[in-house]
């Protein structure tokens, strides 16, 4: 096991979590898209926001990972290095400026697999189809092997709500969310949607009207964190035995088994490509 950074070193793993600002008036705030408005994070985590102004006396962005760790980016020459600021148990709540009465709760409780997800869908970022599961590299785009087994009851409820697959989140508090096109419940989804709070109906309309049609609902808790990420595969890699036979026994199976009709494989270049399921800015 690697021993634990100290505050300002490299951080040694991959950059994601969920997303929270701070500025060197020491506000920390949750934000959906630049321009909206600012939801602050009370109490202030006072220790948190001293210890990365140490590092960034103007503050900026952070990530919270899965593991609680705290971590940002600080320019180095041309280039941004990954640093680690602490660690932190998230919780309170999100609040508007001056609009006390909106406020959300930052770590929801008391849901049930399926259920709408009462704050903002934040979290690190993964993906999942069928048995698989994997980490995107936002900047080489690569496929990183989820490594950590996903508790089955996690797994099964993901595939259950999006059975071609798709992304999912996972909070410093290990909650597992995703957006989902078509809810299990729809009679119970009105009613949750009906009891949503204020910002959350809003943000769910401005991303709407950013294409994404889709709600947010609790899947279940992970175990097991921080989650192990594999490096992806390269083609140079050899094939081990297990490998080569899997793609034998396939290569053989091969062969047509129907007539195609042509027309099957035309591109149509009218039709609209949609947003992917869970845009990396959110």
């Known amino acids: 096991m690697n021993p634990s950074p100290n505050p300002g070193d490299e951080w040694p793993s991959y950059y994601r979590g969920y997303r929270l600002q701070t500025n060197p008036s020491g506000d920390v705030w949750w934000q959906v898209y630049n321009g909206t408005e600012r939801l602050y994070v009370e109490p202030t985590p006072d220790e948190l926001v001293e210890d990365l102004l140490s590092l960034k006396r103007l503050g900026g962005r952070i990530r919270i990972t899965e593991d609680n760790a705290v971590i940002t980016r600080v320019e180095d020459g041309d280039e941004y290095e990954q640093i680690y600021v602490g660690d932190i148990s998230l919780s309170g709540k999100l609040v508007p400026e001056e609009e006390t009465e909106f406020s959300v709760d930052i770590q929801p409780d008391g849901l049930s697999s399926g259920d709408l997800w009462p704050s903002v869908y934040d979290g690190a970022k993964f993906s999942f189809s069928e048995d698989s599961a994997w980490w995107h590299h936002p900047q080489t785009h690569k496929r ?12 099964t409820r993901l595939q259950r709500l999006k059975p071609t697959g798709g992304s999912f989140r996972v909070t410093p508090w290990n909650d597992v969310i995703t957006l989902v096109e078509d809810p299990p419940n729809p009679e119970a989804t009105k009613e949750q949607l009906h009891e949503l709070p204020r910002v959350i109906k809003n943000i769910i309309i401005l991303r709407r009207e950013r294409g994404v049609e889709r709600l947010p609902v609790y899947v279940g808790s992970l175990d097991t964190v921080p989650i192990e990420v594999n490096e992806p595969r390269s083609l140079t890699d050899s094939l081990s035995a297990e490998e080569r036979a899997e ?3 396939w290569s053989g199976s091969l062969g047509p088994t129907k007539d195609i009709d042509p027309s099957e494989h035309r591109f149509d270049s009218t039709t609209e490509t949609k947003p992917r399921d869970d845009p990396e800015d959110w």
């Open 247 to 249: 793609l034998n026994s």
């Open 144 to 155: 990183h092997p989820v490594n950590t087994e996903l508790p089955n009851d996690v797994l």
